[in-house]
């Protein structure tokens, strides 16, 4: 089985050689004072979804066993509980997570973790994965989207995200996540990690 990262790769058409990031990329100002590519804000998601998701996937390494704590959820990712259960109350909207009363309460998915897919979770912390207004399905206010010669390449790579989110499950980056943590390799930076 392909884990969601060599997934990603594969459907994108990412290869080794033409993936990696050129050396000479270093991050560094330029001369006239303009940041190099490096610095640029990248596309990413928010910071509400990536918590959520990470907390979706603790919630998957816990399944069958009952219901995790809002504390110990919150603890794993270092973040306050009262963050962590508003995108917690957003999912148990979405029918991903339930919540159990009690002394032994918390949450769990309310499904098998390899019945879920990325996408739903990250659609309902985040609304939306499109890269750009004019390739999601809310409504967008762009009046050259019909004749905007970039739109085919942004409608590619959305149509690739979006087959890599569905594609992915839950379980997945979850068996992936405890096979990183049993590797036992202290986590770095990745800026500080040189290339090999």
């Given amino acids: ?23 000479n990329d270093s ?8 940041p190099t590519i490096a610095e640029r804000d990248a596309m990413k998601l928010s910071t509400r979804s990536r918590y959520g998701l990470k907390a979706v996937i603790d919630l998957a390494i816990a399944y069958g066993t009952g219901p995790v704590s809002l504390p110990v959820l919150a603890g794993s990712q270092g973040i306050s509980e009262g963050y962590l259960e508003q995108l917690l109350r957003e999912l148990k909207k979405g029918h991903v997570v339930d919540t159990v ?7 769990e998915l309310t499904s098998d973790p390899a019945e879920l897919s990325v996408q739903r979770v990250l659609n309902l912390l985040e609304g939306s994965t499109a890269i750009v207004d004019c ?15 970039a739109r085919p390449l942004f409608l590619k ?5 979006n087959d890599v989110l569905e594609r992915t499950t839950i379980r997945e980056l979850a068996d992936d996540y405890q096979q990183q943590k049993a590797r036992g390799v ?3 930076n990745i800026c ?3 290339p090999e």
Avoid at 157 to 161: G, N
Wanted: with cysteine.
């Fill in 135 to 149: 390739v999601g399905t809310l409504h967008h206010n762009c009046t050259s989207a019909c004749s905007c010669s």
């Fill in 101 to 107: 009363r009690g002394a032994q309460g918390g949450y």
């Fill in 1 to 23: 089985m392909l884990s969601y990262a060599r997934k990603a790769t594969k459907l994108l058409g990412i290869d080794d050689a033409s993936g990696s990031v050129n050396e």
């Fill in 192 to 194: 500080e990690q040189k």
């Fill in 157 to 161: 790579l959305q149509t690739r995200i």
């Fill in 186 to 188: 202290p986590c770095k």
């Fill in 27 to 34: 991050g560094s100002i330029k001369e006239n004072g303009d």
